[in-house]
Structures are given as C-alpha cells and as structure tokens.
C-alpha cells in the first residue's frame, strides 16, 4: 500500500491529524477580538517587494502570473486565490492555488526538504471562478467555484490522479472548505448576502461521492446554541440551496474557512466579522467584529478574507481591500497586522497558507501592482513564527 493509501485509510478510521498545517491546539478565544500589541511588534519599512514585516520576517517572490515558475517549464495562473500546503514524501511539500478567472482550475508549486522549487504543475483545468477550497485529511485539495449552481473538485496536488466533480456536496456559489475528521463532516462557506454554512457529512469518510448536505439552522443573533438541516436538494433544481430550509442562518457574503481542534472558524465580508463554531458543543460564537472596537479606535482587520491557522494557535486573516493586510487574532482575543503590502491597492491578498512546519508563510496578491487577474504575485514569507 502507498502513503496516500496508507493516508487515506488512516483518516477514514478517524485519524485527527492535523489538517495541511492546521495545527491549533488552544481553546477558542473567550470574547470578540479587540486591537493590541501582536506577538510580533510593529511592522517594519517595506522591502524590495513591498512588503513591511515584522523585524526577522523576510519575503520572497515564489511565482508571478504569466511567467515561469522558477526553473520550471511551468507557468503561473491568472488571479491565484485560496491555497494550502501538503507534504512530501522526501521531507519538502507542495503549495496548491487556485485560479479565479474563467476558465480557472488550480496549479500547485513543489519545494524541496530544504525549501527551494523543485517543480510546478497543474492540477485542475476547465473550471470557473475557482475561489477558495480546502484541504482533506487523506491529502486532497477542494477546489471550490465561486459561480451561480458552481461546485466542489476533488484534486489531487500531485497531480497523479484526475480531478472529480462532487455535485452531491452542493450547486451554489461555494467560497471555501473545512475538514472536521472528528465528526467525519466538510464545512462549506457560501458567497452571497444572504449565504448560509453548510455541512456536507460523506456516506463514507474519504469518499466524497455521496451523502448529506445540511445547512446550520439558529436564531438572529450572533452568539448561542445551532441546529442542523437536511437540505432536501442540494442540486438547486428549482430553488437555490440557501432558501430551502426556512431555519437557515444567512451570513452576508461568507468567505474563509478553517478547521482545528474542534472547532471552525469563518468570515463574512459583508459585516466584516470571524466566526467560531464549537463543532462538538453545536455553538456558535464570534469572535471580531470591527463594529466592536471601541469608538476612537481604528480597526485594524476590515475586508475579511481567506484564514489559516498557526502552530501557535494564532488566526491568520487575508484582507480583501482594506489596506491589504494579514492580520492575526492571538487565543487571547488580541487583533493586530502581520504584514502589510504596500503600492497593491486594487489588489486583495489570498490563499494564505502555512508549510507542514509551520516556518513559512504563503500567500498571493491576486492582482498585483497593476490591478489586473493577469498581475497576480505569489509570496512566501520566512522567520521566526511561533510555535507550540
């Protein structure tokens, strides 16, 4: 049997390993994350990339759109988006991306064990819009589309294997993917105003083929007890899946999402707020909302995007506008910027995502210095995170 056998059997008997660098192993955040002092300090003057860091953070270009990467004789695609890492059998690993133009898909870069690009390749061709996703515990990656009645992808980031449709897990304008391998559940976000969080539960885990769509069911506010429901169509023949279940809990315009120690962490653009459920405890919590910053201060995470999660238990969150920045939410409810890129404002950041070791961060400026799905840069960023 291979390691991606091996991998994939293990997570259908219930394996809670760690999900493409999702490492968090602290409780979530107690109250709505209010602006501090981060772990890091201030960030720095920009670099030659643009880029103002933390002091020890540097940056380096990975890939640009249009031009080869690295060595390779493969070329980047237009308007990279929402990303994550798997490792490498020979101790490196490779960083999937999508691509969020029509036709889109997604391409995926290999580094070695000691970091550098060892190859490129595409994994998904033929799609639309491909936004955000996630990764699977027996190492796929969704590749989500962003369109009316769109889909999930199975791809595989070796690129070994074609990729599969996966109508059963819903027809709408999907954003991004979470696996929980506790409750043998996929959580999916949903970009329209009055989108809903929805959780697709396989007949069998590690097979995405068949099985239930639910969409989360709860009152008006923003904190308290969650049900589920079964959405009786989820290939919206006649009626779009958000507005099948009268129960349903709408989010304005819902963006990343993020598994970890039970729990999943969400965004919504259109109120600018991060959500947390407690996948076991069926809760849900928020945990920023720039509408609650004290008057007088500046909210320093506006444009809530694509996250991923630290080592250290740290949300890292991708501003689409704002003054394009990552910010991080620490477990004790502190919200400060991580990075900044400078000169890029009809840009937006996405697919942030951390290597298997939590020492290196990427991301990708979609639409770069001049504005365009065909100037997108693609980022990484090395130094001295915070581990366990």
């Given amino acids: 049997m291979d390691r991606r056998s091996l991998l994939r059997t293990a997570a259908v008997a219930?394996?809670?390993?760690?999900?493409?660098?999702?490492?968090?192993?602290?409780?979530?955040v107690a109250a709505p994350a209010q602006p501090g002092s981060g772990p890091y300090g201030p960030l720095g003057p920009a670099d030659a990339n643009g880029i103002r860091l933390p002091a020890g953070f540097t940056s380096t270009v990975i890939a640009r759109t249009g031009r080869k990467v690295g060595a390779t004789g493969y070329t980047w695609h237009p308007a990279p988006d929402g990303g994550a890492c798997f490792a490498t059998e020979d101790g490196g690993w490779i960083y999937v991306s999508n691509s969020e133009v029509s036709p889109g898909g997604a391409g995926a870069v290999r580094f070695g064990a000691g970091?550098?690009?060892?190859?490129?390749?595409?994994?998904?061709?033929?799609?639309?819009?491909?936004?955000?996703?996630?990764?699977?515990?027996?190492?796929?990656?969704?590749?989500?589309?962003?369109t009316d009645r769109g889909?999930?992808?199975?791809?595989?980031?070796?690129?070994?294997?074609?990729a599969r449709r996966r109508p059963a897990m819903g027809l709408f304008k999907h954003e991004a993917a979470a696996a929980?391998?506790?409750?043998?559940?996929?959580?999916?976000?949903?970009?329209?105003?009055?989108?809903?969080?929805?959780?697709?539960?396989?007949?069998?885990?590690?097979?995405?083929?068949?099985?239930?769509?639910?969409?989360?069911?709860?009152?008006?506010?923003?904190?308290?007890?969650?049900?589920?429901?079964?959405?009786?169509?989820?290939?919206?023949?006649?009626?779009?899946?958000?507005?099948?279940?009268?129960?349903?809990?709408?989010?304005?315009g819902g963006e990343?999402?993020?598994?970890?120690?039970?729990?999943?962490?969400?965004?919504?653009?259109?109120?600018?707020?991060?959500?947390?459920?407690?996948?076991?405890?069926?809760?849900?919590?928020?945990v920023y909302d720039d509408d609650l910053v004290p008057q007088g201060e500046d909210a320093p995470l506006s444009g809530v995007d694509n996250l991923t999660g630290s080592v250290s238990g740290d949300l890292f969150v991708a501003e689409d506008g704002g003054n394009m920045e990552i910010c991080l939410i620490t477990p004790q409810a502190v919200v400060a910027p991580f990075l900044r890129v400078e000169g890029q404002g009809g840009s937006e950041i996405t697919g942030p995502a951390f290597s298997p070791d939590g020492k290196r961060l990427y991301f990708s400026s979609q639409r770069g210095i001049g504005g365009r799905s065909s100037d997108g840069i693609t980022y990484e960023v090395s130094g001295p995170f915070r581990g366990r």
């Fill in 14 to 28: 219930g394996s809670t390993a760690a999900l493409g660098g999702s490492l968090w192993r602290t409780a979530a």
């Fill in 115 to 146: 970091g550098d690009i060892a190859g490129a390749h595409r994994i998904l061709d033929g799609t639309r819009l491909n936004c955000a996703g996630g990764s699977t515990p027996w190492e796929t990656w969704l590749s989500c589309e962003e």
């Fill in 151 to 162: 889909a999930v992808y199975e791809t595989d980031p070796w690129g070994r294997e074609a």
């Fill in 180 to 252: 929980d391998p506790v409750r043998e559940a996929v959580y999916l976000t949903e970009d329209e105003p009055d989108g809903c969080l929805y959780r697709f539960r396989p007949s069998t885990w590690g097979d995405l083929s068949a099985g239930r769509l639910e969409v989360l069911t709860t009152g008006s506010g923003t904190s308290g007890p969650v049900g589920w429901a079964a959405v009786p169509d989820p290939a919206a023949r006649r009626t779009r899946t958000r507005r099948q279940v009268a129960a349903a809990k709408h989010f304005d």
């Fill in 256 to 286: 990343g999402c993020h598994y970890a120690a039970g729990n999943c962490w969400f965004t919504s653009k259109g109120d600018n707020r991060v959500w947390q459920l407690d996948c076991a405890a069926n809760t849900l919590e928020l």
